[in-house]
C-alpha cells in the first residue's frame, strides 16, 4: 500500500469514517482432513470492509460476541450468529489501534487501547465499558509497551500482556497496576524467525489459563508458547517453554483459548492456522488459509449449548490489507473434531517440511509478524508520511 493510502486510511480513522458491514449468510463450511475424518470446518459468521478490521473478541455469560475493531476503535456487540449487532462503544486509537478484549461475569468489558496518547486519542492502557456503553479509563500503561490480550486471575485482577516489554502487567479492580512477570521468555526476537524486515519484536501476546491455573502466554515472534505456574499466593512462578519454538507452526502465534481438557488452541495470525497443542505439547493444524482464516487473531469458544464446543476467530486480515490484496476481515466459527487419538497420529511432524507444507506455507522472501506491531509501524509511518514496503508472502492458501 502506497504512503497516501496510508495516509488517507488514517485520516479516514481519525475522521470516525465506519464503512459498510455485510452479513454472509448460508456460507459454505470448508476444513481440514487426516484420512476420512474432517478436523475442523470453517464457516463465516460476518464479514466487514476495511477499514473495519476486527482483532479483538470476547463473550459473555449470554453467548453474545464482542469484537473490536483495531483502526476505528469500535466495539461491536452481536448474537452468535451475527445478528442483532450493535456498536456498543468506541474508543478513540488515535494513531495506534484497539486490541484485546475480556468481559467478566457481570457484562463489563475489558478493553486494551495501545493509542501512545497520540493526538486525538483514548488514554493509552486497560478501559473499562460497562453493558450500557458508558465507558472509563481502568489503568493506564507506559506508551513505550503495547497492552495486548487481557485475561482474569483468580483474584480478579486483570492480567495484560505487554507484547513491547515482555511484560505481563497485573491491574486491581482500582485500576493500581504493577508487573505481575518479565522474563526473557515474553520478549520478542525478531532474529528467532529469519527473515525479519520488521524493526519492533512482538513478544507476549495471546494468554489463556489451565485447569490447574497455570498461565499460557504465546510468543509472537519467538514462535512459542511459554507456560507460567501460578504460586499459591497468585504471584508469578518461573516461565518455561511449553511449545516450540517452532518456525513452520507457530510463527505468528496471536491469540490463544484453553478447552476443558487442557488443550491449547492457538491464533497463528503469521500463517494463516489454527493450531491446536494438548497437555503434552503435541501440535496439530486444524485450519488454514485455504479454509477461510485471513490473519486470525483472537478467538473464544461459544458460550450456549448450541454453540459451546465451537471457537469464534477474527479474521485480522491485515497484511492482504495494506499490501494491495483482497482482505477478508471477519468472524469466523470454528466447529473442532473430537480428539479421537493421540495427536500427531498419522499427520506430518508439524515444524517439518511435510507439516509446513500442509498450509501451503514457504518462508522464501517474506515474513509476517504478528499483528499488533506491524499495526503500530505502519500507523506511525502513516502519520509521519513516510512508505513502508510490505511484502506478501508467497503460497498462501485462500478460500474463494
Known amino acids: 500500500m502506497s504512503g497516501n493510502r496510508l495516509q488517507h486510511r488514517a485520516g479516514a480513522v ?14 459454505s463450511a470448508q476444513g481440514v482432513t487426516s484420512g476420512a475424518r474432517q478436523l475442523a470446518t470453517v464457516a463465516t459468521v460476518v464479514t466487514y470492509a476495511p477499514p473495519q478490521l476486527p482483532e479483538g473478541i470476547a463473550v459473555d455469560r449470554q453467548g453474545r460476541l464482542y469484537v473490536g475493531m483495531a483502526f476505528t476503535g469500535d466495539i461491536r456487540r452481536m448474537a452468535p450468529d451475527g445478528t442483532q449487532q450493535v456498536t456498543l462503544a468506541t474508543l478513540r486509537p488515535g494513531a495506534g489501534f484497539l486490541i484485546g478484549l475480556a468481559v467478566d461475569p457481570t457484562g463489563t468489558v475489558y478493553a486494551a ?8 486519542s483514548d488514554a493509552h492502557g486497560v478501559w ?15 506508551t513505550d509497551g503495547l497492552p495486548n490480550a487481557i485475561a482474569f486471575h483468580r483474584s480478579g485482577d486483570l492480567l495484560v500482556s505487554d507484547s513491547l516489554l515482555g511484560t505481563i502487567w497485573r491491574v486491581t479492580n482500582a485500576g493500581q497496576v504493577s508487573a505481575w512477570v518479565q522474563h526473557p521468555l515474553l520478549q520478542g526476537d525478531l532474529n528467532a ?54 518456525c513452520g507452526t507457530l510463527d505468528g502465534a496471536d491469540g490463544l483459548v484453553m478447552d476443558a481438557q487442557d488443550n491449547l488452541f492457538v491464533a497463528v495470525n503469521g500463517l494463516d492456522r489454527l493450531v491446536r497443542i494438548d497437555p503434552a505439547g503435541r501440535q496439530q493444524t486444524l485450519a488454514t488459509g485455504g479454509q477461510g482464516l485471513d490473519g486470525p487473531a483472537s478467538l473464544v469458544f461459544g458460550a450456549t449449548p448450541a454453540t459451546q464446543r465451537d471457537l469464534f476467530i477474527t479474521n485480522f486480515s491485515l497484511l492482504p490489507f495494506l499490501s494491495g490484496g483482497t482482505p477478508h476481515p471477519a ?70
Do not use: H, Y
Open 14 to 27: 481519525g475522521a470516525g469514517i465506519v464503512l459498510a458491514v455485510g452479513l454472509l449468510t448460508g456460507a
Open 113 to 120: 487501547l495501545g493509542s501512545g496518547n497520540s493526538p486525538d
Open 128 to 142: 473499562r465499558v460497562s453493558a450500557d456503553g458508558t465507558q472509563a479509563l481502568l489503568a493506564a500503561l507506559p
Open 193 to 246: 524467525c529469519p527473515p525479519a524486515e520488521l524493526p519492533f519484536p512482538v513478544g507476549a501476546n495471546g494468554l489463556a489459563f489451565n485447569q490447574r491455573g497455570d498461565l499460557f502466554v504465546a510468543n509472537t515472534t519467538k514462535a512459542l508458547v511459554a507456560r507460567v505456574p501460578v504460586n499459591a499466593d497468585g504471584s508469578a512462578g518461573t516461565p518455561a517453554v511449553f511449545a516450540g519454538p517452532d
Open 331 to 400: 468472524v469466523v466459527r470454528v466447529s473442532v473434531a473430537p480428539i479421537q487419538a493421540p495427536l500427531g497420529a498419522g499427520l506430518p511432524r508439524t515444524g517439518s517440511a511435510e507439516g509446513q507444507a500442509l498450509a501451503g506455507e514457504t518462508r522464501a522472501g517474506a515474513w509476517r509478524t504478528g499483528a499488533p506491531v506491524l499495526m503500530l509501524l505502519l500507523a506511525v509511518a502513516a502519520v509521519a508520511g513516510t512508505g513502508v514496503a510490505v511484502r506478501r508472502r508467497p503460497g498462501r492458501l485462500r478460500a474463494g
